[in-house]
């Protein structure tokens, strides 16, 4: 499907849209001459931002913990002598 996109300052794109995916850029520029650029997109994923000064989160690998295994025998109750003539009888 053909769509139109605009970017942040307005500008116009043609192209190929597919379900509800937007995706974008925009820069800006420091007072002191350094450029930021910022990409987008925007998807059933969520919105991914994407750009040299944004933090990135470290990965961490690690193994999840496991309950310990102990071995040991439960206790069982002792039996009971079985009565014929207690008072339900």
């Keep these: 499907m053909q769509g139109v996109t605009y970017d ?14 937007n995706k974008g850029s925009s820069y800006w520029v420091f007072p002191e001459g350094q450029k ?10 969520g919105f ?9 989160a470290p ?15 439960l206790p069982v109750a002792p039996a009971l002598p079985y009565s014929r003539t207690g008072p339900g009888y």
């Design 8 to 21: 942040s300052y307005g500008k116009e794109s043609y192209g190929e849209v597919l379900g509800n995916t």
């Design 36 to 45: 930021f650029t910022l990409t987008w997109t925007a998807d059933e994923a």
């Design 48 to 56: 991914q931002p994407k750009g040299d000064h944004l933090p990135v």
């Design 59 to 73: 990965v961490h690998e690690y193994e999840l913990p496991v309950a310990p295994v102990h071995e040991y025998e």
